[in-house]
């Protein structure tokens, strides 16, 4: 199910993110969002989803921030989707 799937890199995202590898953090927040670039009619569809997506943009924009300054572009593109 895409909402297991997308949850999975969130959470495993969220975990490299505690442990402040915020590199890799983003990284498996990326590969949730091109899971959700892949079907984006189907998240669209479906308010948990959807939220699943926010929650890892927005997990991503955070993760970039924390790798100053290398990523504070990417960091606000990010933070701008979710707005």
Not at 27 to 32: C, Q, R, S, Y
Request: glycine share 4%; aromatic share 8%.
């Amino acid at each position: 199910m895409l909402e297991d799937q997308l949850l999975k890199h969130k959470n495993e995202g969220n975990k490299d993110f505690g442990e402040k590898t915020y590199v890799l953090a983003a990284a498996k927040f990326t590969t949730g969002i091109a899971l959700y670039q892949k079907h984006k009619e189907l998240c669209h569809s479906d308010k948990n989803v959807l939220l699943k997506v926010t929650q890892l943009y927005t997990n991503r924009a955070l993760a970039y921030h924390n790798t100053r300054p290398t990523n504070q572009v990417d960091a606000l593109k990010d933070a701008n989707y979710v707005l």
